[in-house]
């Protein structure tokens, strides 16, 4: 069981109220800011490029970090991830962890016990799991992103920003009981769409670091690169949070859906299936280089992306296959320069760190090598195209079951779950209902190839009742969600902003 603590103290409501007062007004600026980038991407600065600056000096906990896996902030979750050997573990307030209040009271209250190492659980069926207090794992946190807001916890009569709460309430709770265990506050920011917004990440870190009496830089901070924009201004993002960054991540499937939200019905621009959207393609192998470009040469780590693979021990061939795509995936991403990567299972761990151990030959990074090949954004939008200007039946049926499934668990407070032998987070269903608005709604909309006919509504509709025949357990609310979401004329930015003010208590 959870500890009851008591969660909101005097000392933290202040410091709540304190960065609504001083930063909530520039943070909706900055949202409304974002529109001006369907119409120009942000442009790099050559000054700041052609100076000589770096970003403040690792600590230890920090300089190796082959392996991370990552899950939502749940107590079972967070004990297992402690104790599967991965370097840190990055618990998920965000998306894989959807905005019930209940659920982030209880993220809260288990990040508390886990930064104390005293954390335990209590199964349904009666089993006990227990945190052992001297994990070695490095925890880390992904607070909400600027966009999103926390309705249960209004201030002078508006709710506050989603951001701002998750991340004072787990600093002012952990940032010294985790600096004593011998790490440190450590946090990833998400969803970030510029320097200026990178500014304010970094003003708001600063007023909790002084507010909780921390030296500037006990806060340290991964960037997720995964927005179309942020890629355009990755040196940039670092420059602003140089106090406290530590690396760059990649994101796949959310700047994937970044990439459709930027263009949306542009009519050089349309997107084949998501299973051929991989790292191989060129414009995804650019941006993969400029996110270990970027980082290593301002001295923060590169890390890479997810191997969202769920092993099943009853299916020793399924394994095998994915082990192999496992292998092959982390191996590119070694030899493009990163320097750790993600994982979705506990079972994936040994096989990712052992590729970085055998490559790295023992160091703990390879954030000295820095690609010499300059930042080229054309090659960010050297884009396929549609293979005889058409889609495949099933690529367009199996995004819209993955909708629909994802959609029916996040409205019943599930934000990881497990779809076809893959953990899949809100990133998933993004781009998944993303590719279906895009093709719905191109000003050329494409060809089904079995069909010989264009992308309509009454395909989806087919679709969705075919899904709903399928599987029994898909709501009729996440029907109604997803054809809101693909249907709406106008694109709709997040769907965890919707959702929340339209279908969560």
């Known amino acids: 069981m959870v500890e009851e603590i008591d969660l909101f103290p005097k000392?933290?409501?202040?410091?709540?109220?304190?960065?609504?007062?001083?930063?909530?007004?520039?943070?909706?600026?900055?949202?409304?800011?974002?529109?001006?980038?369907?119409?120009?991407?942000?442009?790099?600065?050559?000054?700041?490029?052609?100076?000589?600056?770096?970003?403040?000096?690792?600590?230890?906990?920090?300089?190796?970090?082959?392996?991370?896996?990552?899950?939502?902030?749940?107590?079972?979750?967070?004990?297992?991830?402690?104790?599967?050997g991965a370097d840190a573990f990055m618990a998920d307030l965000e998306d894989a962890l959807t905005p019930h209040w209940e659920n982030q009271l209880r993220a809260q209250k288990a990040l508390y016990q886990a930064a104390r190492g005293r954390l335990s659980f209590q199964s349904a069926e009666g089993k006990v799991y227990q945190l052992d207090p001297a994990y070695s794992t490095t925890l880390m946190v992904r607070p909400r992103g600027l966009h999103l807001?926390?309705?249960?916890?209004?201030?002078?009569?508006?709710?506050?920003?989603?951001?701002?709460?998750?991340?004072?309430?787990?600093?002012?709770?952990?940032?010294?009981?985790?600096?004593?265990?011998?790490?440190?506050?450590?946090?990833?920011?998400?969803?970030?769409?510029?320097?200026?917004?990178?500014?304010?990440?970094?003003?708001?870190?600063?007023?909790?670091?002084?507010?909780?009496?921390?030296p500037l830089g006990a806060v340290r901070v991964t960037v997720l690169i995964e927005t179309f924009p942020a890629a355009f201004q990755m040196e940039e993002i670092l420059f602003e949070l140089r106090e406290h960054v530590a690396g760059l991540n990649a994101g796949r499937w959310d700047y994937l859906f970044s990439l459709i939200k930027t263009y949306q019905r542009r009519r050089d621009f349309l997107l084949p299936e998501r299973e051929k959207l991989t790292m191989d393609q060129p414009f995804m192998q650019a941006y993969a280089q400029e996110v270990v470009r970027a980082a290593h040469r301002r001295g923060a780590l590169a890390i890479g992306g997810m191997s969202a693979f769920i092993p099943d021990r009853?299916?020793?061939?399924?394994?095998?296959?994915?082990?192999?795509?496992?292998?092959?995936?982390?191996?590119r991403e070694i030899a493009q320069g990163f320097d750790g990567a993600w994982v979705a299972h506990p079972d994936l761990v040994p096989v990712v760190k052992s590729l970085f151990e055998k490559s790295l030959q023992g160091a703990p990074n390879q954030a000295a090598q820095v690609p010499t090949e300059p930042f080229n954004p054309q090659r960010l939008q050297d884009f396929p195209t549609l293979e005889d200007g058409a889609l495949s039946l099933e690529g367009i049926r199996h995004n819209t079951e993955v909708a629909l499934l994802y959609l029916s668990s996040w409205l019943q407070g599930q934000g990881a779950v497990a779809l076809f032998h893959l953990m899949e987070d809100t990133a998933t269903a993004e781009i998944a209902?993303?590719?279906?608005?895009?093709?719905?709604?191109?000003?050329?909309?494409?060809?089904?190839?079995?069909?010989?006919?264009?992308?309509?509504?009454?395909?989806?509709?087919?679709?969705?009742?075919?899904?709903?025949?399928?599987?029994?357990?898909?709501?009729?609310?996440?029907?109604?969600?997803?054809?809101?979401?693909?249907?709406?004329?106008?694109?709709?930015?997040?769907l965890t902003s919707y959702g929340y003010s339209r279908y969560l208590p």
Do not use: M
């Not at 920003?161 to 991340?167: I, N, P, V």
């Not at 009853?314 to 191996?331: E, F, G, I, S």
């Open 11 to 84: 000392g933290l409501l202040a410091l709540l109220r304190t960065l609504h007062r001083n930063f909530e007004p520039e943070r909706r600026y900055l949202i409304r800011a974002r529109r001006k980038f369907l119409a120009g991407l942000p442009s790099v600065s050559a000054s700041l490029r052609d100076s000589s600056w770096q970003v403040r000096p690792l600590p230890e906990p920090l300089r190796k970090r082959h392996v991370e896996i990552t899950g939502p902030a749940e107590p079972k979750i967070l004990i297992n991830a402690l104790h599967s």
């Open 149 to 214: 807001v926390e309705r249960h916890f209004p201030i002078e009569g508006q709710p506050i920003a989603a951001s701002f709460f998750d991340t004072a309430t787990f600093l002012y709770h952990n940032a010294e009981a985790l600096l004593q265990r011998g790490k440190g506050p450590y946090l990833y920011l998400p969803k970030i769409e510029s320097a200026a917004e990178a500014r304010l990440w970094e003003e708001v870190l600063s007023a909790c670091e002084a507010y909780l009496g921390l």
């Open 314 to 331: 009853r299916n020793p061939d399924l394994n095998a296959r994915a082990l192999q795509q496992v292998t092959k995936d982390k191996t």
């Open 433 to 494: 209902r993303a590719q279906l608005w895009q093709w719905l709604h191109a000003e050329e909309p494409p060809l089904v190839k079995e069909k010989g006919v264009p992308v309509s509504h009454a395909l989806y509709e087919h679709l969705i009742e075919e899904a709903q025949a399928r599987y029994p357990t898909i709501l009729p609310q996440a029907a109604r969600f997803l054809r809101e979401l693909v249907y709406s004329p106008v694109f709709i930015p997040f």
